[in-house]
């Protein structure tokens, strides 16, 4: 089953879409698929579509489904919120990552010593179409548009903490924190750090100061970092 493709289309449960073009010339002029052949269509939202293709021609693609699935969204609390670099090479590996080990929604964050940002929506979610893809899961995780972190504050998100290298207050460690079934934001600031104002605004918030080590970790391999222990945690929790 695993060796079946997958495609993304947009699409409630109960709809039967119609194949984008994009998806149509990946099976006829790249996989060379034929009448009979089967494959995947995912919506993002937790719904796949086994399907066979019935007709086959230069333009047209149709088929019928043969099962449903519906997936809970239980593992996949993890929110994000991270200050991009000025290479965007980095962000896009950042944001593939993060896809394929389970992050429920991104958000370029803002802060006051942020790099000039470069923010391509469609870029950003292709890449995240493809991951999404390509690791076998079945949500499509949210992309904000870029947030201030004065704004992102505000949100009502059940555990919110924030990473930094500052020597102020007490930490604790990400695992600490982590519960089953409960939202959690992982605040990421820019190379250079969110400035002292910046965490005790936070920390006034209700936010959680953590500490990810004593390396220093470049920006997007903390996000990544962040998030693989969040995982571990929601593991060891199940055991």
């Known amino acids: 089953m695993h060796d079946i493709p997958s495609f993304y289309e947009a699409f409630e449960q109960g709809d039967i879409p119609e194949l984008s073009d994009t998806n149509m010339h990946h099976m006829l002029n790249v996989l060379r698929m ?14 796949q579509y086994h399907i066979q293709l019935t007709t ?11 099962d449903t699935q519906q ?24 944001i593939e990552k993060a896809c394929e080990i389970g992050v429920k929604a991104i958000v370029p964050l803002i802060t006051e010593r942020s790099e000039r940002l470069h923010f391509k929506a469609d870029r950003f979610r292709k890449i995240l179409i493809s991951a999404m893809l390509q690791s076998r899961r079945y949500f499509l995780p949210e992309m904000y548009e870029p947030q201030s972190l004065e704004s992102v504050i505000s949100w009502p998100i059940p555990i919110k ?3 930094h290298c500052m020597e102020m207050g007490s930490k604790k460690q990400l695992s600490q924190l982590v519960q ?5 934001m992982v605040c990421i600031g820019p190379e250079g750090d969110f400035t002292e104002a910046e965490v005790l605004a936070c ?6 100061s953590i500490t990810l080590g004593q390396q220093r970790l470049r920006t997007e391999t903390a996000g990544l970092f962040s998030l693989a222990q969040y995982h571990t945690a929601l593991q060891m929790q199940a055991l």
């Open 71 to 94: 997936f809970n969204h239980n593992t996949e609390g993890f929110i994000l919120a991270i200050a991009f670099t000025k290479n965007p090479a980095r962000m896009e590996w950042l």
């Open 56 to 66: 086959v021609g230069k333009r047209k693609v149709e088929y019928q489904i043969k």
């Open 203 to 208: 920390e006034l918030a209700g936010f959680q």
């Open 180 to 184: 089953a079934n409960q939202e959690l």
């Open 34 to 47: 034929k009448s009979g052949d089967e494959c995947f269509l995912c919506n993002g939202k937790g719904i």
């Open 161 to 163: 903490t924030l990473a």
